[in-house]
């Protein structure tokens, strides 16, 4: 049972352009959402996160959406650039579940075309 | 600061055989964490930890074991290693904190993975 979905496997966008990556969830016990990067070889590294009192969180180019009644996030890159190709896991965590255990998506790669 | 390492980067097991990979974090962090990754499945949590000398089981514990004797160190064990566990496996470690009345995961600081084939 796939409790957090990235229904989209890959994602191509031109640079300067809008990249958009999509994430939904089915437990309803998550209450913090994570988007980690990760490149070729290396570990994933973390991006940017949202509580679920919020329905926004904005860190430069990178800004994360929550829409609660959906079970629906998405990450939005303005303006993408080549350096952003990598695959993008969203993950989810839930205080009714042990502490600090995450659930992950199966990933999107981004390729941003120069 | 060399943040969250893990050893080896490779390793080639026959069926049977067995194996521990290490995991070292140098930021004082409480809580590791034994992941693994495969082709269109994101990453699954095999083992964690939410201090020294504690451990538990996450969504895909069997055929693997962990010890967490020092805080800085999580290994995880492979006691007779199967083909099905020929995976990328990555440790993280994060220090938790209460916010707003309720435990939120703190960011969870990733190593750079070990590449495990089992033939």
């Known amino acids: 049972d796939q409790q957090v979905k990235q229904n989209s496997p890959s994602l191509s966008v031109q640079e300067g352009r809008i990249s958009i990556l999509n994430c939904d969830y089915t437990?309803?016990?998550?209450?913090?959402f994570l988007w980690y990067k990760k490149y070729p070889a290396e570990g994933p590294t973390f991006l940017i996160s949202?509580?679920?009192?919020?329905d926004k969180n904005e860190d430069g180019r990178f800004t994360v959406f929550l829409n609660k009644s959906a079970k629906h996030l998405s990450l939005h890159i303005v303006p993408s650039q080549p350096g952003d190709s990598a695959v993008y896991f969203c993950?989810?965590?839930?205080?009714?579940?042990?502490?600090?255990?995450?659930?992950f998506g199966q990933g999107t790669i981004l390729t941003v075309h120069p | 600061n060399a943040g969250v390492t893990q050893t080896p980067k490779f390793r080639v097991l026959k069926t049977g055989q067995s194996m521990t990979l290490l995991c070292a974090q140098d930021?004082?962090?409480?809580?590791m964490y034994w992941y693994r990754q495969d082709p269109g499945m994101g990453l699954r949590l095999i083992h964690y930890?939410?201090?020294?000398?504690?451990?538990a089981k996450g969504e895909v514990p069997d055929g693997y074991n962990v010890s967490r004797l020092k805080k800085q160190n999580f290994l995880l064990g492979l006691e007779s290693a199967a083909p099905s566990q020929t995976s990328v496996y990555f440790c993280?470690?994060?220090?938790?904190?209460?916010?707003?009345?309720?435990?939120?995961?703190?960011?969870?600081?990733f190593g750079p993975g070990t590449r495990l084939t089992v033939l």
């Open positions: 993280a470690s994060s220090y938790n904190k209460v916010t707003s009345g309720s435990f939120s995961t703190d960011t969870q600081y």
């Open positions: 437990n309803s016990m998550f209450d913090y």
């Open positions: 949202i509580s679920s009192i919020k």
């Open positions: 993950a989810a965590s839930g205080s009714g579940t042990s502490y600090g255990k995450l659930t």
């Open positions: 930021m004082n962090h409480e809580y």
């Open positions: 930890s939410v201090g020294e000398g504690t451990t």
